[in-house]
């Protein structure tokens, strides 16, 4: 299980905005039975299908997209429309999320209750998140369980990248390279590498925003000096030196 999260988070699947559906089609227990009693009309005009889709589908009635998903709960595979498919992927994302990083319901939702007293207003999942995971990665920190802390760094990452924030999310993606290059990661292999889908964030960044390698290494030497000093005083290999190790595989 751990190893199959693991190689799912930082391997081959790169294109991650938001990864819900990846999450849910990884995490399904493998002896849990997907019921398939898929209702076979639209979820918007009612009309009957000829066939029932197997992805995403537009009505040939009246031309809206239709989804299919599973359901967490009851792991029942269903019909859905746009705005039914956001609400389930956001289901699975809480779910997972919450397991992999011993997070409470209880803890979510006082979470949830106290950011909606600060915005006078119901606040956005990645709100919720954001504030979780940050206090999360204090906690993990002071314990020096820098494996873990490296897993939120990326997923706070993730919800920059999510949001179209992507300079932002270079910052912690920066720290996930320097983490990596100093054995902080779960890799069989010990050798110091950085995570594939980390560099493809980095390059595809780099190429939409016009930033060159030179610019890079400015901005990652900027960002990392600083925390190095403070956070990582113990690490094996110095920022410039850190640098090196992937910087071949800088597009």
């Known amino acids: 299980m751990l190893r199959k999260l693991i ?20 995490f399904t227990p493998v002896n849990t039975p997907i019921e398939n009693n898929i209702d076979a009309k639209c979820p918007y ?13 537009k009505c040939p009635f009246c031309k809206q997209f239709m989804y299919i998903r599973t359901l967490p709960k009851t792991r029942e595979r269903v019909l859905v429309s746009e ?3 956001k609400e389930i992927d ?62 939120i760094t990326y997923e706070m990452a993730q919800l920059l990248i999510s949001e179209g924030r992507d300079k932002a999310a270079l910052r912690f993606l920066f720290e996930v390279c320097y983490l990596d290059c100093n054995d902080y990661h779960y890799f069989e292999d010990k050798s110091r590498i950085v995570a594939p ?12 925003n016009h930033i060159t390698k030179d ?11 600083g925390i190095a000093r403070d956070i990582y005083p113990y690490t094996k290999y110095p920022v410039d030196k850190s640098f090196t190790i992937f910087e071949d595989q800088l597009t």
């Open 215 to 225: 610019q890079l290494k400015e901005k990652y030497f900027k960002e990392i000096t």
């Open 83 to 85: 705005q039914r498919k």
């Open 45 to 57: 005009c009612r009309h009957e299908l000829e066939k029932i889709p197997q992805r995403k589908t």
């Open 90 to 151: 956001e289901e699975w994302y809480l779910s997972e999320m919450m397991e992999r990083y011993s997070i409470s319901k209880e803890e979510y939702e006082a979470t949830k209750s106290r950011l909606a007293e600060k915005f006078k207003c119901q606040p956005r999942n990645n709100d919720i998140w954001w504030t979780l995971f940050n206090r999360k990665r204090i906690v993990e920190i002071s314990k020096e369980h820098m494996g873990y802390y490296r897993m």
């Open 7 to 26: 190689s799912y988070i930082f391997g081959k699947n790169n294109k991650v905005k938001f990864r819900a559906t990846e999450i849910r089609d990884q």
């Open 197 to 208: 889908a980390i560099l493809s964030d980095i390059n595809r960044i780099a190429k939409e």
